[in-house]
């Protein structure tokens, strides 16, 4: 009797916490309760008994590059440009690659002839060039052009240049004018011959001071500048150089530039007119009062690296067209295949006979 009464007390006790407790919560609480062991998924045989083994996970490792030789490491890119000119028969060659960790540039210029009589070589040059300092040496006279810069305290910058063949050199220092856009600079020869030269520059020019020898005895202040100006809906400028003045003023628009310039105390007058007739053709024309020479341009611009031109010049009396491969105004590495052509014919009023085609090609090529 006491056996049943333990029984029926224990399932009374099951039954009110499967009623009254939450959903699993029994579990954790019973001292009834054992927690069913874990199925462990047991692994296939393979006919010998033993479980196959596990396959193997991609490598993520790239695969290993052959090392470069230990000559080609180290080497920088080298770019190579060479050109040719017919009209004077002459090839000239430079090579340039980056140093010090692209700090500086190294430069090696060759220049030769080709001619009938053979090769005629040029003057050869080596240069190492960095942003505040350059060195230019050539081989030939033993002579190097050094030049350098460097900032000093404040706003003050100073600017040096020396010729070892010649033994004489320039330097100048430059000053800003407190928060001002402008600025003074006085520079002197080295060895001096006189007092330094003192010029002032602002936002439309500038104006400078220098001791001029006239003969040995005689030594005078001579007073040059340059000065920029909007007038009406163009520029004006007046460029002042030994007793000399030219006043040139420049009125552009979308379609139309007309230049009109004099030179005093001469009284040269001439002018230039440019009509951009469209997008792709533009025709300029020039005139000189004083000579009755004129001359005038045809241009076709078919896409940026293709351009004809045509034109006629009567000093000269000749007329010429010539092709260009290439951005006139640009370098070699925005040209199609890194290469420019400039092809012209030359045909004069008084013999046609003696036309001639010149050319001019630049190639360039990275290593």
Excluded at 15 to 24: A, I, K, N
Excluded at 112 to 117: E, I, K, L, V, W
Excluded at 230 to 254: E, F, P, Q, W
Excluded at 297 to 302: L, P, R, S
Aim: proline share 8%.
């Amino acid at each position: 009797m006491l056996l049943l009464e333990l029984v029926a007390t224990d399932t009374t006790c099951i039954l009110h916490s499967l009623l009254c407790s939450p959903p699993l919560s029994f579990l954790s609480h019973s001292p009834h309760y054992m927690a069913a062991p874990v199925l462990l998924t047991i692994p296939t045989m393979d006919e010998e008994g033993a479980p196959p083994p596990a396959p193997a996970s991609p490598s993520r490792t790239p695969p290993q590059q052959e090392p470069k030789p230990a000559v080609l490491r180290w080497r920088p890119p080298v770019r190579v440009t060479s050109e040719f000119d017919s009209e004077r028969r002459l090839f000239s060659h430079r090579l340039s690659c980056r140093v010090l960790d692209g700090l500086a540039k190294l430069r090696l210029r060759i220049s030769h002839g080709a001619g009938g009589g053979g090769i005629l070589w040029g003057p050869t040059d080596v240069g190492l060039l960095a942003r505040n300092f350059s060195v230019v040496v050539d081989p030939a006279t033993r002579g190097a052009v050094l030049r350098g810069a460097a900032d000093l305290a404040g706003s003050l910058r100073l600017r040096a240049s020396h010729n070892t063949k010649e033994q004489q050199g320039e330097v100048a220092i430059t000053a800003n004018l407190r928060d001002s856009p402008c600025k003074i600079e006085l520079s002197s020869l080295v060895p001096p011959n006189g007092p330094p030269r003192a010029t002032f520059f602002f936002p439309n020019g500038e104006v400078s001071i220098k001791e001029k020898i006239l003969d040995e005895r005689d030594r005078i202040l001579s007073v040059n500048g340059l000065v920029k100006s909007r007038v009406l809906h163009g520029v004006c400028t007046a460029v002042y150089n030994d007793n000399v003045m030219s006043i040139k003023y420049r009125y552009k628009d979308d379609e139309v530039s007309f230049i009109p310039s004099i030179s005093l105390p001469s009284n040269s007058l001439s002018f230039a007119f440019k009509r951009q007739l469209t997008p792709l053709d533009k025709l300029s024309y020039w005139y000189n009062f004083d000579t009755n020479y004129w001359g005038a341009i045809y241009k076709h611009k078919a896409h940026k690296h293709l351009k004809w031109k045509a034109g006629y010049e009567s000093d000269n009396r000749l007329g010429w067209a010539s092709l260009w491969v290439g951005d006139a105004g640009g370098s070699t590495k925005e040209a199609p295949l890194k290469a420019k052509i400039h092809l012209t014919l030359k045909v004069p009023q008084d013999n046609i006979q003696n036309s001639v085609v010149v050319f001019h090609v630049k190639k360039r090529w990275d290593f």
